[in-house]
């Protein structure tokens, strides 16, 4: 190792003395050689040096072919190419999204020399817990009652009785079918529904309870013994729910990686069939088509209403196709209807851009090329325009916000921290029906998460409607009701996506801004050729690489 | 030393004097005029010339530097493979903390990128040699000569008389490491000189 540090200390000053080689005439608006432009299509198309191969094809040729640069544009590296691209406008990263709420997460633990059970330690908290937490059941099977109920016994430490533990059942794991793995009694129950809040429930079932009957009863509904849905958040305050049959309500952290992998995957998939078959651009916004795998599919059937936190219900405008299961190989097409709207609406995007307000943004900034920038300082919040509700009005806020807010509204039919569409029957404009007489908890949890029930100031004349609607204009709620796709094609229309798209396309593979002189002079063809032949994203990169300033010198 | 004495002079100074010495005048500021641009080599165009646009030189993203040395050591692809943390050290963007690729030379890149040229060129010239003479990358070729310049082409593009500048300088590498008894020493210290080299690594 240490001859190869002075073999690399020796390589460095050669590289100093390399640099030195190119002569005394700068080479400035020099067009590149033959193979140092292949070198440069090469990586810009492909991401990878010319293979041996190409090069010794290149020799003797002072300009690489049209033939070339079609074949490395239909190449898989350029596949690739138009993802890494894609993924600087979209920033697929969905780690920090709780999509596997942690009463739902199993974790894998040795209990006793050579018995590993599966148990979710939230769960045991709520269902175990007397003074102890996080204890995992007892290292024995489970038994039950003459009722069905699992018999349960008194962890006892120091004398007193810390928890109270039941056995292990073996149960085939939707992840690995065929298989059968030991899991904790109560992870293991298989209900559908179950009620929640029972008498004698457990220190944290009962402690949460009393809270959550605290705010249920201002609006006169007692949730105790209420049924819940076993894979809804309600469950855990169910102690009959566990994660279901073949532990399908329930994940773990390979389970939850795959799903979350699978969402991103998603976008960038519905790009790849865009852009390799050369269907519009524009698709990119608006097609109805994505594909969906096992682990996805999976998640979008059994575990998309397990969490308080993100918002998912069944989507009944995109369909799940029949008969996948999370181990189902490879993807298949899953036809949407309705709101949809190209990468916009699928999970990914709007798990990854949460609030309404940050989906418009990203579309503003990714696909208008256009931020939005305060006009100045904030005014004094002691001044009246400061406390006006509406952003729009308040001042300092609104130079931004009177733009952003319609823009926003589009997105108001998807839910907000969440990933499914909210469509008329379940979620009216107007709070009437459901916020009146509320008589079960998926009611209770409609009109507490999606209506505006208190209103003041600029609010009082929205008070009860759907929260996307408050304060918007008639014209804005036509924008709304139409969805993204309304939003996207005023940008097509207008000529701002294929301007944008242009630039964009420029400043990725001439590794800069265009030039002012270029802005008028280069640019505003490129966009007119790029529109007028059915926004072709390939026919628009080749423009750019065959543009004579692609082939010169740095 | 020196401190020690100077700290006890100026306690001495503090205690026998109370004269108050008056501070230095400021220094004068040099004049800074510039009368002309400098001369320009022969041959060099003018300077408002130099507006032609051209493609900014851009470093290699890690996505390229990866699949590049795979290609250029005709391996698999997906073979060099850099840990999912040091991508992102290196400037690759997670979407979450950052969100455009950092593709500037920094001293912590050029450090790590010492340490793959080490790492990649020693595993090359092993393999080399188990290789067909068809599939090599340092000796491919009966002569030196014909190696470096190969090398070159692989590395950078660069051949006939655009290489020629380059040749001498690769020789003496290439002589000066093979003073080592490691075999392949001089091709391995060509190979590390050429993947730090900006003219691989900049395009």
Known sequence: ?????????????????????????????????GQRLLR????????????????????????????????????????KVVRAYHADLLWPNLDAVEIDPNYFDLIETEIAPGVKVWWSPVRSLYYRTITKVFVPCSAQPASYDTSGYLVTAPLIEGGMPVARQEGWVEVEPYWAPGTRVKVCGYDAQTAAQAPICPTGGGAYVTQTCNQFRGYAQAVGFDPTGQPAACDSAFGLLAPGCGCGPNLRFCSTDATAKAVRASMLEQQLRLID????????????????????????????TFQSTTSFDIFGEKDV?????????????????????????????????LLKFQSNRARAHRFYSAFECSQFVPNGPLPSPSEPCSKREDLTQRCGCNACHVKLEPMAAHWGRFAEYGHTPLDEARYPKTYGTVCAGITNLDQLFRCFRFYQLEAVGDELPFKG????????????????EAGPTHLVQESIDSGRFAQCTTRRVWTRFMHREPTAAEELEVLPGLAQDFEANGFDFKRLVKAVVMNPAYRRMP | MRTTLALVALALAGCTTTTEVPPPPPPESLPVTIDALPPMPDGHPDLPGLAVPSPAPRRLSIEQLQSSLDAIGELPPGTVQLPADLKVTLGQPDYLRVTEENLEPTPLFMKFLGDIAVSACNSLSDYDVVRPAGERVMTRFPTRDENLRFMLLRFTALEGAAADGYLPRLQALYDAASASPRPRAGYEAVCMALITSPEFLVY
């Open chain 1, 1 to 33: 190792m240490k001859w190869s540090r002075l073999v690399l200390a020796l390589s460095l000053v050669a590289q100093a003395a390399l640099a030195q080689s190119a002569g005394p005439v700068c080479e400035v608006a020099r067009p590149l050689d």
């Open chain 1, 40 to 79: 440069r299509l090469s990586l810009d198309l492909r991401h990878v040096v010319p293979s041996r191969v190409e090069q010794e094809a290149q020799r003797g040729h002072e300009d690489v072919s049209e033939a070339t640069i079609d074949a490395m544009l239909s190449s898989d590296g350029f596949r």
């Open chain 1, 273 to 300: 069939r865009i852009v390799t078959t050369g269907r519009p651009y524009t698709d990119v916004l608006l097609a109805k088509d994505v594909e969906v795998n096992g682990p996805l599919a999976h998640y979008l």
């Open chain 1, 317 to 349: 405008t995109a369909p799940v196709p029949a008969g996948l299961s999370y181990t189902s190989p490879g993807w298949v097409p899953q036809p949407r209807a309705g709101r949809h709207s190209g990468v916009l609406t699928t999970a990914g995007y």
């Open chain 1, 465 to 480: 409607l759907l929260k996307p609607y408050v304060f918007r204009t008639p014209e804005e709620e036509a924008g709304l």
